[in-house]
């Protein structure tokens, strides 16, 4: 994330009823159970991570980590306790987040990575899953699904953009991916968009191309006929 200021929690999880990882951050522990990268970026660049229960707040118990200070390249990330497989299950990706302030240029982002050196985890690390609100100017607004799809090696960016929330509140975002190839994304848990993963993303070919092969006659003719 840059220049944000945002309050996360992250769930990872299968309707089968097995939470495969979990975070509220409202014990001092959670520091033990994250790495913050210490090689991703110069030190001047990188930001710190504040524990707090933030700004604006009905309960000072219930706290989470906010990005400091503004203009900052923030990220951290944590281990599974064991790896899953999400074959004819649910995956569920959720998190809530809350920009304290106006944002001009920002992101707060949950992704689910493969092996990753965590001390240089950074923007440039593979990942299979990348889902959250994405927000830089007035005209780039809208909350990121990207797949990582293997057999082109690309991150694959849905095609039809989801909004994205941009007040000061806390919001929940929810991406589940079903067995059937289809998908939903939930803001503040009311469906936001949903289809198939097939429609929405290039993972398949276009049905028609245009063969290179191909070109006009040398005769050709391109002025209208009239009748």
């Avoid at 009823?17 to 001092?28: H, M, V």
């Avoid at 994304?185 to 949903?194: Q, T």
Wanted: proline fraction near 6%.
């Amino acid at each position: 994330m840059i220049g944000s200021i945002a309050v996360l929690l992250a769930v990872i999880a299968c309707v089968s009823g097995k939470i495969y990882f979990k975070e509220d951050f409202n014990d001092k522990g959670w520091e033990s159970r994250w790495v913050v990268p210490s090689d991703w970026k110069p030190k001047s660049e990188l930001g710190d991570w504040k524990w707090t229960a933030g700004r604006f707040t009905g309960d000072a118990t219930d706290k989470g980590i906010q990005t400091q200070p503004n203009a900052r390249h923030h990220g951290l990330s944590a281990k599974l306790d064991s790896p899953f497989t999400n074959t004819g299950k649910e995956l569920v990706l959720q998190f809530t987040v809350k920009h304290e302030q106006e944002l001009d240029c920002g992101g707060g982002y949950i992704k689910l990575l493969g092996d990753v050196d965590q001390s240089k985890f950074g923007g440039d690390s593979p990942y299979q899953i990348m889902f959250g609100p994405d927000i830089c100017g007035p005209s780039n607004r809208k909350t990121h699904v990207i797949f990582n799809y293997p057999p082109k090696n690309d991150n694959l960016l849905i095609k039809n953009e989801v909004r994205v929330e941009t007040d000061q509140l806390t919001h929940v975002y929810s991406l589940v991916v079903r067995p059937d190839n289809t998908f939903e994304v939930y803001i503040d848990l009311e469906s936001a968009k949903k289809g198939s993963l097939e429609d929405n993303w290039d993972f398949l070919l276009p049905k028609e191309i245009k063969d290179p092969a191909q070109s006009k006659p040398a005769d050709w003719v391109d002025v209208k006929k009239n009748s």
